[in-house]
């Protein structure tokens, strides 16, 4: 239909183009006489419309030759042709648009606005008269036209009147038509009306005025006009918007005699309820009629009609948001005038049955709410943004009734069903609120009692938000409402502070990554704009955290804001670290241009945040990375500001321009604020250069102006980073820790404590080189500090783990101060106090003492072993030795003091001794300082069983003081040093292990050049004055020494002859006795010696070798040892074949039955083959003292054979002698013995062997077959087969 109504037209255009004439059509003459302005301006819709003849299908007669044809007419010809041409395309245009899709019908407005800005007229009469001659064209094809209308009449900038009145006369036609396009068809009309305000404010008003006045209700497209001007600032100017609301104003109150009027009122509340097709979308004329609806009870006068219309718009649906948002709305506007009315209004809904059944109840009742239900569901929401617009609206009387408000907010909040809806509801009612009181002066002096209430409120919002999710605005909505209430009175208190920035700070910091914030609203069907909303968050969060600064300007209020973001500046995840650094940073940021800070105040606990970024700087984050070391920068400025006490311009280049806080509660500053060039006077500080070092410059830079107490919070920090389980951390702090302490290790204090800290953080460092650079820390705190940390390491080393090991290890790595921790070791031994009952679990200093003593003795133990000490432990040995003696008597006497206790067998079993620790303390000295042939002779002789007795000391600090004597030990002279000084000790057991090693020494022949005789005889005879008995008793044999008396040695010899007469009688004890007593002769001659009768010594006691008798042959064997050791250094003469004789026998009886036995044995032989110059000497006292088995043996039949092998046949025919022993043991071993001499000699056997012997080899190796150790069984199969070969051989 539309297509022939078209066609009239068509036909006279294409007839204008073919004619030379002057048109007969009157809508192109009319415009002929125009100026030839205006056709200029039509050159680029004629270019543009060219072009757009090149895309249609359908010919056009006017597409000749445009160029030809203006260079043979006259120029009005050619201008007519071009606005022919130009209407012609218009006109095809509009009819095509009723055909067209979407995409091309925005196409097609296009080109029509391009064509209006150059040829208006031409396109306004073009439409004009396509509505005139096509008057039945279809009301979806009117609507695009109206559509197109609105785009021209908007894009115009000048209209004639007829222009006006005609497209003002269309829409008013058409705004209240009815057709199948409801509301659209209605609106496109209305939306001309609405554009022709530009042009014709004054008719339009007038009009709308007039509608409205008629005392019948007005029609919905009268609405939507006046809610479309009243909603879109844009549409007016300054002056026109101005007498807009002048005339609503006017409106409103000429509406008042129309609340009375039943049928206006119904229809009224008929249009503010009636649904829309979808009730989510805001209609312009439903939001203008609630406003003017308000405005109306606004300028009523008589508080019932108020009242009776307020209750009538409350017991509406509140199903709706737009509905509940359009009745708070008309709520608040008529509050500005009467609030008490709408007070009481409020109240009584309050108290109504809806309400009440609404609160709590809706999620209590069966599936399938009904209509009813959902119509009261959501009215506790519309009451709170109610509440809030009736904040907004008291303006200046809003502060005493704030409180009110609050406390009517919190309950609805509280007490009715949670939901989104609820939610959103109490944060918009909450920010109309604080805008109202941030608008009104008086706010900041007026003391409120509901903020606590409100904060607790906003606090259980923000925990109930997703944890993954960031869908609403409900986060940056309630940060900002913070931020608000923190400028209110009463200030908070700390508690509830504390738990307020922890829940805000999670509530943002915890959020997933925005990809994965993006993809959780993927399937919305209008998903927000993620990383808008994230960022709206992240600027409400940091505007409350400057809120708070800013209400408390202090180091303190600092340093807790910053306390609160340190757990998220240590989070294991990176997108969580970069959030909190970037709002430290943003915090520093503010800090630096505000300069609200008191300059005189000092920054307290700066160091821990210096700490935070430092390790940051090494975050594998290089986001995170950037932003530390910004943070440092500004932290630098800060800093240097405190210290100088004035303002400094810090402004430079880098830095970025603060906003100043906005009416909506922008933040203070916004890190997406781009950097403005500086002002000519602001030129930047010497501190801007903080800016472009590298992090540990930065970092040395910034600890340069640190005071103690900050650079051990930087510390402390540091240590706290060496628990994390992040590698990274790990790393960046023990660098950092390292880099302080170079810096500040020798000013420090409490280092004691920071080495205690390291110790607890290391056993959780992995990572090698960041437990290098902790050790080399404590190995730098050294330096200045030993004393310290000794002590404090002391407190963990009982027992002494790895860890604590390496502690000590690091303390010692510099030679001087592992002298100075010897030192400080040996300092704390000597405190050795009898243990005391500890009160509770704090022990006393007494206790504490004690407990240090034993962990000293317990380190010692340990550090002998280690590279750092061993030239340290070399050095003072002399006090080491004297002090472990000593020792060993102390914890001697705990046993006796101290008691049994419940749980005490578990510990020992968990833990060494202290008996056990002192004396594994006294070997490892004598074993790791190259005094190895002492400790040789107290292992072979078990002399360290003396030790573990308190009535067997002195004798086993004699044999140990002997030894030393008899292997002429190089230490004598320093030991004989110190040993005079603890001679004079006030301690009692350090003067018993002085005078009992001197007793000794007295033996030695380098006593004389340290001591004269004299000066020992002095110290002896003061011995005899102490107040020990020991001592004196000790003191008095050592005055009986032959040196003191060289007439003692012909008297002790001429005793030798009838004691070696008594070896031969029948009593066991007796011969033991006699035996043992020439020991002691021997012991007494000292370097003199028996002389002559060291042979006759030697054949008696050789001659008990084999004795049957268990205890004469132990110490037959123990006076041989004691006459070989007399023996060195003399002519052996005829002794040397005594030794010789001597070796088998001895070796022999290692396996002897009795272990007394085989231990004097060992030691014998020892003695024997130092005598004789064996060697390897070490491996020789290994193997006799803690080797067994088959290898042990084959070792020391090596030696024998290769030391004296011009003996062989000696050794040989003693070992066959054996062959014919009664204990089996010694059988064996003779067998084993002979076994090893015919693998290597077996011609020399065969030639010594009779066969009565080889016959008994036969018979041994048999048995040995049968024993149980795996490898001698092998081995007596083996020489089974080799002795027969070695027979057969013989025989032949």
Known sequence: MDGQHSEKPRSR?????????????????????????????????????????????????????????????????????????????????????????????????????????????????????????????????????????????????????????????????????????????????????????????????????????????????????????????????????????????QVAAKSIPFLNTDMWSRELLSALTTPSRTQQEELPEKTFLFTFYGMVLQAEEESTTVRAHLRSLLETSHQWSKQREGIALTVGLAASRHLNDVWAILDQFRQSGPIKWSLHSFSLKVPGPTSEDLRWKWASSTILLAYGQVAASAKAHILPWVDNIL?????????????????????????????????????????????????????????????????????????????????????????????????????????????????????????????????????????????????????????????????????????????????????????????????????????????????????????????????????????????????FQVESLTSKEFSQPGAEGAPLWSSEQKATSPDPQELASPTDSIFHLESSQALKEIMRHLLMAEVTDLIWTAISGLGSSSPFRVQAAAELLLAVIHQHGAKLETVANMGRGIHLRLCSVRIPQAKDNALSAITLLARNHTPELVAAFLDFSMPLDSHAFRLWRALGAEQPVSCLVLAMLLAWLQERPLPTRASNSNPSPKEKNYLRSLAAMNTLLELQFAREFKEAVREAYPQLLLALLTQVHYTLELNLVTEPQRGQQAQEAAMPSPQSTSLEALKSLLSTTGHWHDFAHLELQGAWEHFTSISTYAQGVGLLARAMVQNHCRQIKAVLSWLLRRMQSQEERERKAAVLVLTEFLYSPVLLEVLPKQSALTLLAQGLRDESPDIRVWSLQGLGNILFHPEKERLLRGQLPPFLNGFFQNSEPVVVDIMGTVSDVLHRLGTHGAGAQSLSVAINARSFFDDERDRIRAAAMALFGDLVATMEGKELSGLRTQVYQSMVPLLLHLKDKCPEVAMQAKFAFYRCALLLGWWPRHTLFCTLAWEQGLSARHFLWTCLMRASFEEFSIHLAQALSYLHSHHQHMKTWAALFIGYTICYHPQAVSRMVSEVDTNLLFCTFEDLKKDPEPGVREFATRQLSFLREVSEGRQQ
Not at 16 to 36: C, D, E, K, L, Q
Not at 602 to 627: E, T, Y
Request: hydrophobic share 40%.
């Open 13 to 249: 255009i294409m007839a204008a183009g073919t004619s030379s004439a002057m048109p007969r059509n009157p809508r192109i003459s009319s415009h002929v006489p125009r100026p030839s302005k205006e056709s200029s301006c039509r050159k680029s819709p004629k270019d543009s419309a060219g072009r757009d003849r090149q895309s249609q299908h359908t010919t056009i007669l006017l597409c000749k030759s445009r160029s030809s044809q203006a260079a043979l007419m006259p120029k009005e010809h050619t201008m007519f042709m071009e606005e022919a041409y130009n209407a012609a395309i218009c006109f095809k245009m509009l009819r095509d648009i009723n055909s067209s899709d979407p995409l091309h019908l925005k196409y097609i407005i296009k080109k029509i606005k391009d064509m209006a800005q150059g040829s208006p007229y031409l396109v306004m009469e073009t439409i004009h008269d396509y509505f005139a001659d096509n008057p039945k064209i279809s009301n979806r094809h009117k609507f695009r036209l109206f559509q197109v209308l609105k785009n021209v009449i908007g894009a115009s900038d000048v209209m004639e009147d007829i222009w006006k009145r005609r497209f003002m006369q269309l829409a008013l036609e058409n705004m209240t038509k009815s057709t199948e396009l409801e509301d659209m068809y209605q609106n496109a009309a209305s939306d001309v009306l609405v554009a022709l305000c530009r042009h014709s404010w004054p008719e339009v008003a007038q009009h709308l005025e007039t509608e409205f006045l008629t005392g019948v209700f007005p029609h919905r497209s009268i609405l939507y006009v006046m809610g479309t001007l009243s909603s879109h600032e844009e549409l007016l100017n300054r002056e026109d918007r101005a007498r807009w609301e002048n005339l609503l104003a």
């Open 407 to 647: 406390s009517r907010m919190i309950f609805y909040f509280r007490y009715s069903s949670w939901d989104e809806t609820l939610k959103q509801s109490f944060l918009t009612a909450n920010l109309m609120l604080m805008g109202a009181i941030s608008r009104n002066e008086g706010a900041h002096s007026y003391e409120f009692s509901q903020i606590s209430e409100l904060l607790e409120g906003l606090m259980v919002l923000m925990e109930k938000e997703p944890r993954d999710a960031l869908c609403t605005e409900s986060r940056p909505q309630a940060l900002h409402i913070i931020s608000s209430l923190c400028k209110l009175r009463p200030p908070m208190d700390t508690n509830r502070k504390s738990r307020l920035l922890s829940t805000c700070l999670r509530s943002v910091f915890a959020l997933p990554l925005l990809d994965a914030l993006e993809k959780h609203t993927c399937l919305f069907l209008e998903p927000p704009n993620i990383q808008t909303l994230y960022s709206q968050t992240t600027e409400a969060l940091d505007c409350m955290l400057q809120s708070f600064i800013t209400q408390s300007p202090t180091a303190k209020e600092l340093h807790f804001l910053l306390s609160h973001l340190y757990v998220w500046l240590a989070s294991e995840k990176a997108h969580e670290r970069q959030r909190a650094v970037h709002s430290c940073v943003t915090l520093l940021k503010f800090l630096n241009h505000k300069r609200c800070l008191d300059p005189k105040e000092s920054l307290k606990h700066i160091g821990q945040l210096v700490g935070m970024l430092g390790i940051l700087c090494q975050d594998p984050d290089r986001a995170i990375q950037r932003s530390s070391l910004e943070g440092v920068g500004h932290l630098y400025q800060l800093l240097m500001r405190q210290k100088a006490g004035e303002t």
